[in-house]
């Protein structure tokens, strides 16, 4: 049986499971031919962006209207770099540890023995469990308000719930790959329509936005959606279980990171430029009546169906 492989491309070199080195590629040079981004990759990172890039963006507007862009793009920028942070380290202890373990509670009874699973368990168990009634909720205003007077929206999430019920069964993660990009591109395409009904609405001569009467509360709430918006640790051993190459993981969940979060700071700022502390808790409640509207709910309804098998998955893995 062959040994299995994994490389160090910043010294180009190739190592067995037992550590042995192997000889350098070409010279030494083997990190110079290995690709920055794989398409193995790019279909991991989708699953990832369309977890992290979803409905949390629309909450980024208000944080900055409750808080200021100072503080609010200060607790972005804290958030971002922490979740960063942690999100690769699950990563690296995934690689560390022993090959049979493949699920978030598997890490954290390793780590931490029957503790550390629980304490894991509850952690997944409470993303898993809060963000998809998030998106049933959402699911159902949006509905409510694409066809308006035909249901009342707690009969829109539980409509949406039962139809869900097929979308969420997809085998593995990697399979829905492209899905996950049509929902990356729903989540894009609402907040630039909206964030586009809004400019256009307002146009360039406005005079100087307001600026928010700054409360602790209000500043420490933008912290609980800036936590929705990056809830997607738990996703990191499922998507490295299904990763060929997942010494590359790192890498894709960094990368993946800081551009959902220089996306997240485009969104905040753009819109606190134009309404400064107006503009209400969610960014497309802040746009109504034109067609373009109804379209961006469109948009984000598509996010929230793919977005609910992704972050269920390792659920039902589990299962």
């Known amino acids: 049986m062959m040994a299995s492989v994994f490389s160090l491309p910043v010294l180009g070199l190739e190592y067995q499971r037992d550590k042995t080195p192997l000889q350098p590629l070409d010279g030494g040079l083997a990190s110079s031919i290995m690709p920055f981004f794989t398409l193995e990759g790019f279909k991991i990172s989708f699953s990832f962006f369309c977890t992290v890039y979803g409905i949390g963006t629309l909450g980024l507007p208000a944080n900055f209207a409750r808080s200021g862009a100072p503080i609010a793009t200060v607790a972005l920028l804290f958030m971002g770099f922490a979740n960063v942070c942690s999100c690769v380290a699950i990563s690296r202890v995934c690689l560390a540890a022993p090959e049979h373990l493949k699920t978030y509670g598997d890490v954290g009874e390793w780590c931490c023995g029957k503790i550390g699973r629980y304490l894991v368990l ?59 990009f049509a929902g ?27 600026h928010p009467d700054i409360k602790f509360s209000e500043a420490a709430s933008s912290f609980g959606n800036l936590a929705l918006a990056y809830s997607a640790a738990v996703l990191v051993p499922a998507l490295q279980r299904e990763h060929s190459q997942p010494e590359r993981m ?62 269920l998955n390792p659920v039902l893995y589990i299962l």
């Open 250 to 311: 790192p890498r894709v969940i960094a990368c993946t990171m800081i551009f959902a979060a220089c996306c997240f700071l485009i969104i905040g700022e753009t819109s606190y430029s134009y309404v400064g502390c107006q503009i209400p808790g969610n960014l497309l409640f802040a746009v109504n009546g034109t067609a373009a509207v109804v379209l961006a709910y469109m948009f984000m309804q598509l996010h929230i169906t793919i977005a609910m098998s992704v972050i």
């Open 184 to 210: 990356c591109l729903g989540t894009v395409l609402a907040d630039a329509i909206a964030i586009a009904v809004l400019a256009v609405g307002i146009g360039n001569d406005h005079p100087s936005v307001p």
């Open 122 to 180: 509850l952690a997944q168990f409470g993303v898993c469990l809060l963000v998809p009634c998030a998106y049933l909720v959402l699911g159902g205003i949006l509905l409510d308000g694409i066809s308006p007077g035909a249901f009342d929206q707690q009969y829109w999430s539980i409509i949406m719930a039962a139809m869900l019920l097929p979308v969420i069964v997809t085998p593995t993660l990697k399979e829905g790959a492209y899905a996950a």
